[in-house]
Every structure is written in structure tokens, then in C-alpha cells.
């Protein structure tokens, strides 16, 4: 990396630490936890056995919703203010790239006429999610918080709440939306 990425990778997550915005009770961390949950839980529901094709599929609209959403929230929040940074830059553009690939997996389901093939890719998708959700908690989340200072991580939960706020749909309400105050500065 050359020096001016680093000086503005520094300075774009020290702007967000000086950002003059509302802290949310919840760090963003936690509430992106919240949303890993809501989709583990909808996952769990899509890949049981006993689950009949209508029930996947009402649970998948769920869950590409929450995911559209929580992903464009992620990034605004937390993955597009650490991307250059030196500590975190290859788990940040990892996810980035990887949100790519869901939502291109998603159009193509989308268009998928035969039911059998959607059913199959909609687990294969669960699959994919599923990794990089557990690789997010298992690795940019601890040293992002190792790192970073809990005001910071607050700030960056109130972006995230206004972020999910704009951008998910009507029905769907779930992980950090289920808690959305944000305590006055
Ligand atoms: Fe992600
Ligand atoms: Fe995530």
C-alpha cells in the first residue's frame, strides 16, 4: 500500500470517530450480531428437513430482504470506512467482494424458472451466506473491536440503524430493527 492510501484510509475511520452524530446504545458490532442472528434463524427454518417448498420460499424473500439491506447498511457503516485501512483491509474487501457475489446469486435465482433448480440454489445460497457471516464473526469483528474505541462503534451503530432504516422494505423488521432507539447527544 503507498503512503497516501494509508494517510486516507487513516483519516476516513478517524473521521467517523469525530463524526458529530448520536451514539446508539448499541455498538455496531452487536448490531450487526443481531442481523447475523435474524438470518441464522431464518436459514435454520430454510434448510430443515421437514421445511415444504412454499415455506422456504416465504422464508427466503425474508431473508434476501434482511440480507439487501443489511449488507448496503454494513458497508456504508463499517466496511467502507476501514477498507484502506492497513488493519483490516483484506477482511473488508473480502466481504465487500463477497456481497457482490450474493447479490448476484440472488438476481439469478430471481430469474430461475424451474422450481427444483431455485430450491437447490436457494440452499446453496444459505451455504454461502452462512460462511461469510462466520467468518465476519470469527475474524473482522473481534479485531475490529479489539481496535476500535466503543464511542466509535457507536457512532458507526447510529449510521447503521439509519442506514437499515432507509433501506429495508415494509415487512421486514428484523435483528438490529427489532431495537432501533438512538439516545440523544
Ligand atoms: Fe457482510
Ligand atoms: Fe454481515
Not at 431464518?42 to 443489511?70: C, D, G, W, Y
Not at 476501514?82 to 447479490?103: L, V
Not at 457471516?133 to 473482522?140: G, N, P, R, T
Amino acid at each position: 500500500m503507498n503512503k497516501n492510501a494509508k494517510t486516507k484510509s487513516k483519516s476516513k475511520l478517524k473521521v467517523t470517530s469525530e463524526l458529530d452524530v448520536a451514539l446508539s446504545p448499541e455498538g455496531i458490532v452487536t448490531l450487526l450480531l443481531k442481523d447475523h442472528k435474524a438470518m441464522r434463524v431464518l436459514m435454520k427454518k430454510i434448510k430443515s428437513h421437514r421445511a415444504a417448498p412454499a415455506q422456504i420460499r416465504t422464508n427466503f424473500k425474508l431473508l434476501e430482504k434482511l440480507v439487501l439491506s443489511h449488507v448496503k447498511a454494513e458497508e456504508f457503516s463499517l466496511l467502507k470506512r476501514i477498507e484502506h485501512h492497513p488493519k483490516f483491509e483484506d477482511h473488508a474487501k473480502e466481504s465487500i467482494e463477497e456481497h457482490h457475489i450474493h447479490e448476484s446469486v440472488l438476481v439469478g435465482i430471481r430469474k430461475l424458472k424451474s422450481t427444483d433448480r431455485q430450491l437447490t440454489q436457494i440452499k446453496i445460497f444459505c451455504e454461502l451466506l452462512k460462511d461469510h457471516i462466520d467468518e465476519e464473526e470469527e475474524e473482522l469483528f473481534p479485531q475490529f473491536k479489539r481496535y476500535s474505541a466503543l464511542s466509535t462503534r457507536k457512532k458507526m451503530g447510529t449510521l447503521f440503524i439509519q442506514r437499515r432504516k432507509q433501506t429495508h422494505r415494509p415487512d421486514e423488521n428484523l435483528g438490529a430493527l427489532t431495537s432501533v432507539k438512538v439516545l440523544p447527544k
